[in-house]
């Protein structure tokens, strides 16, 4: 099957409310041209060197939409403002006020997610339900960041009914938080090539996914 193939089968199963995001980690600038001929606009990125080097090498592609999706470190955190459009991995509140300060003095609006553990997992970043609701009053004052949703990465090994519940614990999670403060959350990052159709079941507006497009990884 050609990319181009791959990608009209996943876009015949799709909402209109679900935006595809290709994820382009480890992969070529030549097979994200075949994507991009196939119509995709968005890409996703996990680590900042890599998305760099890519971003160049498709300069003439002026309307692609660059979503970060990597855990972000802070001596970084400059230089991914500057790379992308979305910033689906905001995984903390220190980050969330190095980015706010960071914004200012760049004179942007980033757009941000909250990346959220609805099932506990040390293995992730991420702010667990709780301690996420905590600290909703401060990451309001963080003025200058647009955060547009939640973000959720599940852990291994759950039966698609485990996975279908979390995610609908997501959307949950992203209403009460709308209910409860001045937040606007309408974007629901969540799904890759092994669960993305339940993720959608939940109500995903992004569904992030890379081997059902691209192939296996190799590393
Ligand atoms: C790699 C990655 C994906 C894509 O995973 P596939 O299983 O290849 O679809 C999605 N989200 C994040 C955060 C990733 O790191």
Redesign the pocket.
């Known amino acids: 099957m050609t990319i181009a193939s791959r990608i009209e089968s996943i876009r015949l199963t799709l909402p209109p409310s679900t935006r595809l995001i290709a994820?382009s980690?480890q992969v070529s600038s030549d097979y994200i041209r075949q994507a991009y001929r196939a119509g995709v606009r968005d890409f996703?990125e996990?680590k900042l060197q890599e998305a760099i080097s890519k971003q160049q090498e498709l300069k003439d592609l002026p309307d692609i939409y660059w979503h970060f999706?990597?855990h972000l470190q802070a001596n970084k955190a400059r230089k991914v403002l500057e790379s992308f459009d979305l910033i689906?991995?905001l995984d903390s509140l220190k980050l969330a006020q190095r980015l706010d300060r960071l914004a200012a003095e760049l004179e942007i609006n980033p757009q941000v997610l909250l990346q959220v553990k609805v099932i506990p997992d040390p293995d992730k970043f991420g702010w667990d339900t709780d301690e996420l609701i905590a600290d909703i009053p401060a990451l309001v004052n963080c003025q200058q960041l647009k955060i547009q949703g939640l973000m959720t990465?599940l852990p291994q090994g759950l039966s698609a009914g485990e996975k279908l519940a979390a995610f609908e614990k997501t959307s949950d999670l992203a209403q009460i938080i709308e209910n409860s403060s001045s937040l606007c959350l309408p974007h629901l990052s969540m799904g890759?090539?092994?669960d993305y159709p339940l993720a959608i079941k939940a109500g995903a507006t992004l569904i992030?996914?890379?081997?059902?497009i691209f192939g296996d990884?190799i590393y």
């Open positions: 994820v980690k996703a996990s999706i990597g689906h991995s990465i890759m090539s092994n992030r996914v890379g081997t059902s990884r």
